[in-house]
């Protein structure tokens, strides 16, 4: 139950503006932002889970390519033994290798973004669709772009509309602040932000958070961790 915030430019000179909250069972290990991948995949930074090898959230600096996956429910009747990881769609997305036709994953929401724009790609087991994002800002989460039924964008989406990133280069500051007053609500509020799942029958609560910018000059993503998961004490974005 992932969370994405992304503003996209209204001109294409500027950068698209990316904050990725990640959610996932602190017991499934995970390499902290780097170059982990071998070819093809040289040069890719990437947030990478250790178990299946994929990435959560990965950016490639020579194609300016930046792709972040989020987890939702599926309709899918195929055996789990006919499904593979979805990590490796992070991967092949900053390759230029969007999913078509049928993945043969659990569901979830893609988010891709380059110089050109931004898009979400939505699996459900039965269709994938694509989501232009028009120029603003957006959420998402485990259902649909900018869906008032997920409580915690119907809370929340507008403070991240009125609030503008700095002009500097720690622009997500303002951003950060949002979340941190997100945080005044319990993890187990279905408005929070900083979430503990375990309550909803998920082993996942809030780890860390990537803010990425990407334009025509390039990607610029950075990391930081939560002190305790799924508890606020601070984000240090390095």
């Not at 430019?9 to 290990?29: F, K, M, N, Q, Y």
């Not at 006919?82 to 929401?109: K, W």
């Not at 951003?175 to 408005?191: I, M, N, Q, Y």
């Not at 932000?193 to 803010?211: E, F, H, M, Q």
């Amino acid at each position: 139950m992932c969370t994405v915030v992304i503003r996209v430019p209204a001109s294409a000179g500027e950068p698209t503006r990316v904050l990725a909250i990640r959610d996932e069972d602190p017991e499934r290990p995970w390499n902290r932002l780097g170059r982990w991948w071998p070819e093809p995949h040289d040069g890719v930074v990437g947030v990478r889970d250790v178990r299946a090898g994929g990435a959560w959230l990965a950016a490639d600096p020579e194609s300016r390519r930046l792709a972040v996956l989020l987890n939702r429910a599926d309709a899918s009747a195929r055996p789990e033994s006919e499904l593979v990881s979805r990590g490796g769609i992070v991967l092949d997305s900053v390759a230029g290798r969007s999913p078509a036709g049928e993945p043969p994953t659990h569901g979830f929401n893609l988010v891709e973004v380059d110089p050109a724009g931004a898009r979400v790609l939505t699996w459900d087991g039965e269709h994938l669709r694509s989501t232009m994002l028009d120029p603003g800002t957006h959420m998402i989460a485990h259902d649909d772009v900018d869906d008032l039924a997920t409580p915690r964008i119907e809370r929340w989406l507008d403070e991240f509309r009125r609030t503008t990133p700095d002009e500097g280069p720690r622009w997500w500051v303002p951003w950060v602040e949002v979340l941190r007053r997100s945080a005044d609500l319990e993890p187990t509020d279905d408005r929070a932000i900083i979430r503990d799942n375990r309550p909803l029958g998920y082993p996942t609560l809030s780890l860390l958070a990537c803010v990425a910018s990407v334009s025509r000059d390039g990607v610029d993503v950075h990391y930081g961790e939560l002190t305790e998961p799924g508890r606020w004490g601070g984000l240090d974005l390095a």
